[in-house]
């Protein structure tokens, strides 16, 4: 489950980048381009925290077993 979640982290950091560089080349007013990726940044963090929240459930849980083992 961590592999995949780790998985989905990495592809929503990618797609971000991909938006965010996207906007460097392609928008020619600079505080236009600073709205547009500061508003692609906080959808980014929005998407991503409920992916990072859960890794870190995991990461306890995996503690709490090794430690019961």
């Given amino acids: ?8 982290l990495g592809d ?12 460097e080349v392609s928008a020619r007013e600079p505080k236009l381009k600073v709205h547009i990726k500061s508003k692609i940044k906080a959808a ?3 998407k991503r925290q ?9 990461r ?3 503690h709490r077993q090794s430690f019961a083992a």
Avoid at 1 to 8: N, Y
Avoid at 12 to 23: G, H, K, R, S
Avoid at 50 to 58: G, I, K, M, S
Wanted: net charge negative; proline share 3%.
């Fill in 50 to 58: 409920p992916y990072v929240d859960l890794l870190e459930t995991l």
């Fill in 44 to 46: 980014h963090w929005e």
């Fill in 1 to 8: 489950m961590m592999r995949e979640v780790l998985h989905t």
């Fill in 12 to 23: 929503i950091d990618f797609a971000a980048e991909v938006e965010l560089e996207n906007v």
């Fill in 60 to 62: 306890r849980q995996q």
